[in-house]
């Protein structure tokens, strides 16, 4: 494939190492073959599950959302054209170094399993990442973006 590639990217936990952070963080992330398709799906999805639970559905929580709104999501994603991974460590197994740099910790994740799997699976010409880090300061994005294009 000589495209552009959708990698989606969210995580679950937090990848900090004080006391009282979660033991193992995950990233997990799917690369849509039709992303545009996909969005306006779960869009419809949204409102039509809104309107018939008679709740506001603002964006998919899996965590907080009804299991009926689980299956839902997860139906639509089966029938989708995508490709689904993820990953889980152990942060007490991270490197000294990480555990004192988490953000590089994150980064180290993100680009040697999501984006090199896309890269060996794919062969895109092109990768456009969407991250849900909402919180993330311009520097901290640019930073982010100057690793991956590093790597």
Known sequence: MTGT???YIDESGDVGFKPGSRKVFVIGYYVAGKPL????DLKKL???LSERLDIDIKEFKFRRD????RLAVLGLIAKSEVTCGFVA???E???PYFQQ????????LVVNYPIKNVLHTFKPGKIEYVIDRQAWSRKRR???NQYVMDK
């Open 5 to 7: 590639v959708a990698l």
């Open 37 to 40: 398709r996909l969005s306006n």
């Open 46 to 48: 949204r409102k039509r």
């Open 66 to 69: 009804r299991e009926e709104v």
């Open 89 to 91: 460590v152990k942060k």
């Open 93 to 95: 197994a991270a490197i």
């Open 101 to 108: 740099n988490p953000d590089r910790f994150y980064n180290f």
């Open 142 to 144: 640019d930073s982010f």
